[in-house]
């Protein structure tokens, strides 16, 4: 957990030092325009959030309303036109290590083995090869893919790719793994035996995780919380914790509860659509 010192006055005008939980990252005010100022396309606006250490938060939002402009910015890969975003409290203006992404089209490099990819970034940054085989071996093992270890990406399914991605990102132990539509391309059964997988992963290594889908019932069976982005100008419509089991498995699906998250959501999203249709 990341902590933080804060002074808190109390009652008989003392001040003590606590310490705090702190946001892993803080968005403030954000604002992204393209094009010129002849011609300009505001992506988001005044968008505000705050995650944990530790989260699973995903975001959701109709179309075009700006969740990869989010991402991207936290990623380091576009400038905000205004606000400002934090990992640590450290200001986002470039890509950097300490952010692992994942995108929807297969990014592993198509000329190196499955271990290779996964041990590449470990040996950018130097990492002994006894250190670095110890680590692509954990993570093959938890991307169930040590059999595969020699093959190449275009010998892979697409899941098995995604799988290999995921292990990539982890493996270089990033503050916070961005990942922006990861299943999107996937086949249903597919992405349910991964999203199930992402969740276990989660458990266990506990990354702080922003989460870019579409999906409504992948948003709420993976994340401990959701924010509802609204469509243009796009902000933050609804911030909805999700207070499921910890240990998930697909039956969570067919749950009372579950449906209910699902069913708050889609009205969210619906609400939306409809003000789109009066414009
Ligand atoms: N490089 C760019 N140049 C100009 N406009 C852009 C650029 N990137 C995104 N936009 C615009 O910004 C808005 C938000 O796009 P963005 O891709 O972030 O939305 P999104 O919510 O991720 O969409 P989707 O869910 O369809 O992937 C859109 O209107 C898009 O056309």
């Not at 803080?26 to 604002?31: A, I, P, Q, T, Y």
């Not at 290779?116 to 071996?137: C, H, M, S, T, Y």
């Not at 990354?207 to 948003?219: C, G, N, Q, S």
Request: charged share 25%; glycine share 6%.
């Amino acid at each position: 957990m990341f902590w933080k010192k804060k002074n808190v006055a109390r009652g008989n005008n003392t001040v003590i030092e606590v310490r705090v939980a702190s946001s892993k990252i803080v968005v403030d005010n954000l604002r992204k325009a393209y094009g010129s100022k002849e011609k300009q396309t505001t992506a988001i606006d005044n968008v505000s959030i705050e995650i944990l250490d530790n989260e699973f938060v995903s975001i959701v939002g109709p179309s075009g309303c700006g969740k990869s402009t989010l991402l991207r910015i936290l990623a380091g890969l576009d400038e905000a036109t205004g606000g400002t975003a934090t990992v640590d409290d450290t200001l986002i203006d470039r890509p950097g290590a300490d952010r692992g992404m994942v995108f929807q089209s297969y990014t592993l490099f198509p000329w190196l083995t499955v271990e290779e990819n996964i041990q590449f970034g470990l040996k950018i940054k130097g990492i002994p090869k006894k250190q670095a085989n110890e680590i692509v071996d954990r993570y093959l093992d938890i991307i169930k893919l040590k059999p595969f270890r020699k093959s190449y990406p275009k010998e892979l399914s697409g899941g098995m790719k995604q799988r290999v991605a995921i292990a990539r990102a982890l493996a270089n132990s990033p503050k916070v793994l961005l990942m922006d539509e990861p299943f999107g391309a996937l086949d249903s059964q597919t992405k349910s035996e991964m999203q199930l997988l992402m969740r276990q992963i989660w458990q266990v290594e506990k990354p702080t995780v922003v989460f870019i889908t579409h999906d409504i019932e992948e948003a709420v069976f993976l994340s401990t919380r959701i924010y509802v982005m609204s469509g243009r100008p796009s902000g933050i419509k609804a911030n909805i914790p999700i207070y499921l089991p910890y240990r998930r498995s697909i039956s969570l699906k067919e749950t009372m509860e579950f449906m209910g998250y699902r069913h708050k959501l889609t009205a969210l999203l619906q609400e939306k659509e409809e003000s789109i249709g009066l414009e």
